[in-house]
């Protein structure tokens, strides 16, 4: 069974624009160790799958009072600076 623990090296607040970095935006992304926050929503981890610097996340969401379970990919750039949602292509960069 896989661990619900998001790895050290992904966690930490993320902006898809740099610049929004400390602001409530829409492109603005929380990874906690057990949970993800996004603008529209988020939720508790229920597992995480790492190989290599990608992690397959799997997440009870709630986003404007709908829960459903989802299932990304997402990607760590080698310098840590940035993640990919493979599933989307969307990049956040790490705020700091």
Known sequence: MA??????????????V??????TSEGSMTVEAHALRLYEGGGPVTSV????????VTATWNAE??????????RLSPDGETITNLTTGAVSHRCH
Do not use: H, Q
């Open 49 to 56: 799958v790492r190989r290599g610097n990608v992690i397959t």
């Open 3 to 16: 661990a619900a623990v998001i790895p050290v090296d992904f966690r930490g607040a993320w902006n898809m």
């Open 18 to 23: 740099a610049a929004d970095c400390g602001t």
């Open 65 to 74: 009072g709908t829960v459903e379970k989802v299932a990304f990919d997402m």
